[in-house]
Nanobody
Framework: QVQLVQSGGGLVQAGGSLRLSCAASGRIFNDNRMAWYRQAPGKQRDLVAS???????NYADSVKGRFTISRDNAKSTVSLQMNNLEPADTAVYYC?????????????WGQGTQVTVSS
């Protein structure tokens, strides 16, 4: 079994910065993808950023140039540095691990953390 534990988040004014972290434990395959999703009230859960075990990042257009995803494979952690935050970034953020690289790979989720950006 795999567990993901998130930390970080909170309340910040527009233009400010926050950092989210996620630590994975358990049986983790060498080839995997870690990612951050977010879900605003009444909306679907959307991909914010992802990073492969080869450190190839991918970002949603809405966060490009403001957010940076990084990972430490030795510690099985992934982080999301969020700069120049906007009220539209307000959501619950979830850490995700896709354990493997096939269509049948298992997905795991963190507990979620609230990010609120005030105008």
């Amino acid at each position: 079994q795999v567990q993901l534990v998130q930390s970080g988040g909170g309340l910040v004014q527009a233009g400010g910065s926050l950092r989210l972290s996620c630590a994975a434990s358990g049986r983790i395959f060498n080839d995997n993808r870690m990612a951050w999703y977010r879900q605003a009230p009444g909306k679907q859960r959307d991909l914010v950023a992802s990073i492969t075990s080869d450190n190839e990042p991918n970002y949603a257009d809405s966060v490009k140039g403001r957010f940076t995803i990084s990972r430490d494979n030795a510690k099985s952690t992934v982080s999301l540095q969020m700069n120049n935050l906007e009220p539209a970034d307000t959501a619950v953020y979830y850490c995700n691990l896709r354990n493997g690289v096939t269509t049948s790979s298992q997905n795991y989720w963190g507990q979620g953390t609230q990010v609120t950006v005030s105008s």
